[in-house]
């Protein structure tokens, strides 16, 4: 009974013990963490912005979807969000996993969900996927896109986008996607045939020199 008892209280005080250690660790990590990001996302209003230590940022924002033909029809199903949910936050404190959602609604039908976890100091994952209901016309497609605020030289290689501005480079890659450049060289139009229920995946890499 002795011997149980003496067993009991050395696993209460390595617990104890235990759990200020990891806390410190924690900590730690999460400080270099910090220090070694190549970016910051701040999950916040109408949009997500990713932003860069050379002052510029990315910008991703629902009220910029289209849903077109490029002929005689075009609408915006999230120009007007009738309701807009955001939550940020760290899913794995010892992964250092840090994810931020956005949800929006316009009316009763078109919802879109936007997901970004930050998966290391360089790398986003991000998921973007749009419920809509339109009726189906010959070569319509979703459009969405990903603004930058300064002008720059966009590279279009198969499944990746990428660019360099300013001591930054920045890969965009996702499957089934076709890429082009709007005119102003500041934003990345992402396209996909229409469908109801649609999604788009990318893989995001930011390297800047500190």
Known sequence: MQK?????????????????IALFFSINRLDAYTQKQNFTVINEHQSVIIQLPNTEYLELTSRND???NYVDFSDKP????TKIQKLSGLINTLALVDSHTEYVESG????RTLKLKQASETHIEIELSATTVYRYVDGLVYNTQIDYTNKTAFTIDGSTVSFSDKGCSVSIEGEGITYSIFENDQSIILSKPYEPNISFILDMNISCKK
């Open 108 to 111: 009763p039908l078109n919802k």
């Open 66 to 68: 289209i849903v077109t």
């Open 78 to 81: 999230f120009s007007t969000p």
């Open 4 to 20: 149980e008892n003496i067993k009991t209280f050395y696993l209460k005080y390595l617990t104890i013990l235990a759990i200020p």
